[in-house]
């Protein structure tokens, strides 16, 4: 059952005193010095018993204001450092959120009706808070225990762009917090579904019952660049909604959309036929099947693999490594000569350079030369600091197969 909006049922209460502070010990210190925006509890002195927004210490030298929570092991979040002036906690951080916004007026501008993230946590100073935009929505997601009470603000803010505001809150890191799971509106009518532009293609995004915030938008442009190519055969491995199958629609004759669930293939059918366009779908295993087509002659020009993250934590890149190098391995015995291989991680735990590694290894395996047409990654919309290693997390290479 979810509490109503006014309910005190689980309802977060926020700290903002003035006179209380956090200290941190010498590693604390020296990972705020070098404005990395983490501090984990084990480092953490004293604290307040409650989470909120509070001044972080290094004995009496000021380091940063924090979104705290003393019942994790993340314990303090950074948005904010410089000297102490005295400022609100709770204004300094919406004052963040207003200058995201800002910079994404642009992009607004230019394509209403398109996705864009508004608000993209540690990249825009705002840890624990991920704001989308579906062609004049707006969805939130807030997985740190100080956002919750501030919600009404966000929503507020967001006014001037947005139509409507859903809270998409069951996001499963919300229960480490201690925080309630629940999807509710915020502001206005808000739509199941909406129609979003991207590129020569439009979508549905699910807003309700969508994967993370409605859809992915942090490959939009690789997207894109899709429909700069034509030929005969093209694979989209892991397709979701149909993503990339769309944009390679406009150009190939015959396009494949694999993916796991029988679900989203529906919907990459419906945004198929939204578009006047025509796509095959099988639901498949990906490893299973790539090795299926390769037994069975089967050759392609295209391939994108768009795999979700393999390697969740530290413990698991070993693992993620071997998975990412096999579908790779696969996919490249499946091309034509001069075909096209797309890929990506969005694995933050397997660097770029360990990415790129992964695929040479899987080129001498598959006994092919591979040029590299280009290298990419997230959009400016999902901003990367280079202080906060871990915002870094898509990786994408378009290869050629020589």
């Known amino acids: 059952m979810i509490p109503a909006m006014g309910a005190s049922v689980n309802r977060p209460r926020l700290s903002i005193l003035k006179a209380v502070r956090i200290l941190v010990n010498e590693r604390g210190a020296r990972r705020l010095f070098a404005r990395h925006l983490w501090v984990f509890r084990g480092d953490v002195v004293s604290g307040p018993d409650a989470p909120g927004l509070f001044p972080v210490y290094w004995g009496k ?14 314990a303090v979040r950074a948005f904010r450092f410089g000297p102490a002036s005295g400022e609100d ?18 992009a607004l501008a230019r394509e209403p009706e398109g996705g864009w993230r508004l608000a993209h946590a540690e990249g825009d100073l705002l840890p624990g808070l991920v704001v989308d935009y579906y062609a004049g929505h707006a969805v939130v997601q807030a997985t740190a225990y100080a956002w919750e009470p501030l919600l009404p603000r966000v929503a507020e803010a967001l ?9 998409k809150n069951d996001a499963r890191a919300r229960a480490l917090e201690g925080l309630p799971l629940y999807v509710r509106p915020l502001r206005g009518e808000v739509p199941e579904r909406v129609t979003v532009r991207e590129g020569r293609v439009r979508y549905l995004a699910d807003l309700w019952g969508g994967q993370k915030t ?18 005969e055969r093209a694979l989209d491995v892991f397709s979701y909604a149909g993503g990339f199958a769309l944009h390679l629609a406009l150009g190939f004759r015959e396009v494949l959309a694999v993916d796991s669930s029988r679900e989203a293939l529906a919907w990459a059918e419906e945004n198929a036929r939204l578009n006047g366009l025509r796509l095959k779908t099988l639901e498949a295993n990906a490893f299973d099947l790539l090795r299926d087509l390769e037994k069975a002659g089967e050759r392609f020009e295209l391939v994108v693999l ?14 993620a490594y071997r998975a990412y ?18 890929t990506a991680s969005c694995s933050h735990h397997l660097a770029e350079p360990l990415f790129y590694e992964m695929l040479k290894e899987a080129a001498a ?3 092919r030369v591979l040029r590299v047409l280009k290298k990419r990654g997230q959009p400016s919309d999902h901003p990367v600091l280079l202080n906060h290693p871990e915002t870094h997390y898509l990786k994408f290479a378009l290869l050629e197969v020589l």
């Open 61 to 74: 030298r000021f380091l940063a204001l924090a979104l705290y929570n003393p019942h994790t092991d993340l």
């Open 89 to 106: 906690p709770e204004e300094a951080l919406l004052a963040n959120l207003r200058r995201a916004l800002a910079r994404r007026e642009e």
């Open 159 to 167: 006014g001037p762009y947005v139509q409507s505001v859903l809270a």
């Open 214 to 231: 409605g859809a992915f938008l942090d490959q939009r442009e690789n997207r894109i660049l899709m429909e700069r190519f034509r030929g």
């Open 306 to 319: 768009d795999p979700p993250a393999f390697a969740k934590g530290k413990k698991d890149l070993e693992r």
């Open 325 to 342: 190098k096999e579908i790779n391995l696969r996919a490249l015995k499946l091309l034509k000569e001069g075909g096209i291989l797309a």
């Open 365 to 367: 395996d598959a006994h």
